[in-house]
């Protein structure tokens, strides 16, 4: 707790001692605006850390892969030059060729953003049941019945007021100064451009939309909001349906709706929420010393069972995904049997492998140490601070910046000849090197990532953090007046 005297510190001795002197407005100004610009990597921490909570490792493995998203997307968009993005995309071996990048459990760190997507929404389906979970286990129903209100509502403007303020900023610069960007059409006039934006962010954001198209103009990258709504909606609808269940009916209800989403529909993407949902019950129940009998007498061989789903988890991660052909499985050395697994409901196959490889991974975590200790921390944690900030910016960083540099360095396309001519092997670096680390890809990056890491940074400040905690406020303002009282509320 600050002192008396910190305030006579604040002020500091550098400044004159006449009482009537004042820093002058701009000044002050000027110092608020350096001190949120600041990276927070120049910024001292305060002396006694906050601990990290129980579930602080899942900020951190959050944090890591919204890291193998950039990593990832930064990969496929050189490739694109040379034609090596099928090389990423398949089996080891895949047209007789053996690299580093494609071996199993190591591709994790080239090909990793397909594996983080279903990492990010095992995580979310965890997040989101924790509080409402331990509510329903202690029997407070009304409290169950607020905090499902509460959270609900604010989901949508949590998600979108982000991705809308971002993507207009974006088009804005697209359109003024006029950048080239060779994701989308720009329009004539701002007015056009502002209306196709606003076309977009509407469509996109209903969560019943059937238009069909998956890809967001302005950032394709963000094509798993969507997702993620939907998925929170099945999560808070599974807590409502499931919150008058005993225990075991409870966790058997869960593992149905798995099934359910996974074999009877092509629904991978909520049976993912649903996992997190049945994990963090899970969890709770082992803190209560409540978790069925049969899972008790697995206590001794624990440690045992959560290496073996590491290891699957991992290796399951590595699903060749370049298509949705099947074929790119049952060729892919060490997939052949695995393909048969795949079900008939799910249309794009990779997305069956990849729930079974977050799950298991993101269980398999927290029960072993060294691996729950790197994502608790600093540099984890630092990523799960600003990994949505880092989700959205990390595209239009790739649209404007990174195309020039990678441009100048070597990696040349035709439209680049044709629409910026003056960056074309402006400063030509070597291609020597494994594939996916080599010289000249590696170099922009020492541009590239304390850009994106500060915009990240910007965003997570002055965009994100405002709008969760303007959805709080506005909650509070609609549903001000005395707290609910009486029966217990039947749902």
Known sequence: MAHENDNVLEKGYWQ????????PLHTRALHKIVDFARPMILTKGPANKKPLSRTGYLDGLRGFAAFLVYWQ???SWVRETSGDDEIFENGFGYTGKHYLATFPFLRVFWTGGHFAVPVFFVISGYVLSAKPLSLMQSGETIKLFENLSSALFRRWMRLWIPVAVTTYIYMTMAHYPGFYTDDYFHKATYREEIWEWYSNIKNFSFMFDTSGNPFFPYNGHIWTIPQEFKGSIAVYVALVSFSRFPRNSRLFAECVLIWYFIWVTDGCFFAMFIAGMLLCDLD??????????????LE??????????????LYLSGVPARNMDMNNVWKARGWYYLAYLKPQATFDYKWFYLFWAATFT?????????????????????????????????????????????????????????????????????????????FAFLM???ILLPVTFWLAEIVTRFVDDPAVKFAQNLYRRLASGPPSSGPTLKM
């Open 284 to 297: 709770l129940l082992a803190i209560n010393n409540d978790l069925p009998r049969f899972i008790k007498r």
């Open 444 to 446: 922009p990056h020492i």
């Open 73 to 75: 997307h930064h990969n």
């Open 300 to 313: 001794p061989y624990k440690q045992i069972i959560f290496y073996h789903l590491l290891v699957i988890g």
């Open 16 to 23: 004159s001692t006449k009482p009537e002197s004042k820093v």
């Open 362 to 438: 993101t269980a398999a975590i927290p029960r072993i140490g060294w691996l729950r200790r790197f994502f608790e921390g600093r540099f984890c944690q630092y990523l799960g601070k600003i990994s949505f900030g880092l989700y959205l910016v990390h595209g239009p960083v790739i649209f404007i910046l990174a195309d020039r540099l990678y441009s100048a360095v070597g990696f040349v396309r035709i439209r680049h000849l044709k629409n910026m001519p003056q960056w074309p092997n402006a400063f030509p670096l070597s291609m020597a090197g494994p594939l996916g680390l080599e």
